[in-house]
């Protein structure tokens, strides 16, 4: 089973594009598209701005998201996949890719998640953490047992889950998973805390829009976040994708079952390989690249 994976926030950096705007017409047109949806020049942000810039949610969101829709579309009839996933903001680019979702109305919905997004952690400070070496049972436990706002926000792999909350929360959780052997409690730059009960008011303000919009029936399966299952009804689609906004990401657990499943080839599509690196973690034999148009 050949799987298409599209990476999620983090992946991006300057210069980001530069080659798919260089050589490609389509990737070109879809550019120009772009900074008419959104109203500004996102194009020039991707290819000419800084790491600050492109760190604003409102511009990191759709910026990866184009990245990795226009390399899909460029690749054309090389893009054959038996299925997709994204890691968070990367399903709506896999939804895309697989043609349940228009271009336009994929990149609609990513830049009003990240508006909504961005107003719900500019009214509850809040963060996430990356902890490290510990079973994921025993990160549960311990900030179940916190009373503030802090849960698994990120399966990312085997030993490595981020949690997300009020930020005491998250810090004295971070205390507590170092004294419980812990071989890192990392606090995130990150603007709030996503996949979280905190985003509950981000998510309420995407409904709507992701009510009004048509969801088409996938050329492939795609593994969601918050069910970690191949999935091609564009109603329950619709609805994973509306959960996923204060639902953890389950990645580990749809890395495992795309092993169960038959998974032979994994091909990143977007900016960077953080999504490769983590399935060298549950396989360190599998064939793993990153999609290239050139």
Same mark, same amino acid.
């Given at each position: 089973?050949?799987?298409y994976?599209?990476?999620?926030?983090g992946?991006?950096?300057?210069?980001?594009?530069?080659e798919?705007?260089?050589?490609?017409?389509?990737?070109?047109?879809?550019?120009s598209?772009a900074?008419?949806?959104?109203?500004?020049d996102?194009a020039?942000?991707?290819?000419e701005?800084?790491?600050?810039?492109l760190?604003?949610? /409102?511009?990191?969101?759709p910026?990866?998201?184009?990245?990795? #829709?226009?390399?899909a579309?460029?690749?054309?009839?090389?893009f054959?996949?038996?299925?997709?996933?994204g890691?968070?903001?990367?399903?709506?680019?896999?939804?895309?890719?697989?043609?349940?979702?228009?271009?336009?109305?994929?990149?609609?919905?990513?830049?009003?998640?990240a508006?909504?997004?961005?107003?719900?952690?500019?009214?509850?400070?809040?963060?996430? %953490?990356?902890?490290?070496?510990l079973?994921?049972?025993?990160?549960?436990?311990?900030?179940?047992?916190?009373?503030?706002v802090?849960v698994p926000?990120?399966?990312?792999?085997?030993?490595?889950?981020?949690?997300?909350?009020?930020?005491?929360?998250?810090?004295?959780?971070? /205390?507590?998973?170092?004294?419980?052997?812990?071989?890192r409690?990392?606090?995130?730059?990150v603007?709030?805390a996503?996949?979280?009960?905190l985003?509950?008011?981000?998510r309420?303000?995407?409904?709507s829009?992701i009510?009004?919009? %048509?969801?088409?029936?996938?050329?492939?399966p795609?593994?969601?976040?918050?069910?970690a /299952?191949?999935?091609?009804?564009?109603?329950?689609?619709?609805?994973?994708?509306?959960?996923?906004l204060?639902?953890?990401?389950?990645?580990t657990? #749809?890395m495992?079952?795309?092993?169960? %499943?038959?998974?032979?080839?994994?091909?990143?599509?977007?900016?960077?390989?953080?999504?490769?690196?983590?399935f /060298?973690?549950?396989?360190?034999?599998?064939?793993?690249?990153?999609?290239?148009?050139?």
């Amino acid at each position: 089973m050949k799987v298409y994976v599209f990476p999620g926030q983090g992946a991006q950096f300057p210069g980001m594009g530069k080659e798919l705007f260089d050589g490609s017409q389509i990737a070109r047109n879809r550019f120009s598209q772009a900074n008419e949806i959104l109203g500004f020049d996102i194009a020039k942000i991707m290819l000419e701005g800084s790491e600050e810039e492109l760190r604003q949610t /409102k511009v990191t969101q759709p910026a990866i998201f184009l990245h990795s #829709t226009l390399l899909a579309e460029v690749l054309g009839t090389d893009f054959m996949p038996d299925a997709v996933a994204g890691h968070s903001l990367g399903e709506f680019s896999a939804l895309v890719a697989n043609g349940c979702l228009s271009f336009e109305d994929g990149l609609k919905l990513v830049f009003a998640r990240a508006l909504a997004m961005q107003k719900a952690c500019e009214s509850t400070p809040s963060t996430m %953490a990356a902890i490290l070496g510990l079973e994921d049972a025993l990160v549960e436990q311990i900030c179940q047992q916190i009373s503030g706002v802090v849960v698994p926000a990120n399966y990312n792999c085997p030993g490595q889950l981020v949690i997300s909350g009020s930020i005491p929360a998250v810090e004295e959780a971070c /205390k507590l998973l170092t004294e419980a052997g812990a071989k890192r409690a990392l606090m995130l730059q990150v603007g709030g805390a996503f996949h979280s009960p905190l985003m509950e008011p981000a998510r309420e303000e995407l409904a709507s829009a992701i009510e009004s919009t %048509a969801f088409a029936h996938p050329r492939c399966p795609i593994y969601q976040n918050v069910n970690a /299952k191949a999935v091609t009804d564009p109603v329950e689609i619709k609805q994973h994708l509306l959960s996923q906004l204060t639902a953890p990401v389950l990645w580990t657990q #749809t890395m495992l079952a795309m092993e169960k %499943a038959g998974l032979t080839e994994v091909i990143e599509v977007g900016p960077g390989k953080v999504l490769q690196g983590l399935f /060298k973690k549950i396989n360190r034999d599998l064939n793993t690249s990153s999609a290239s148009i050139g």
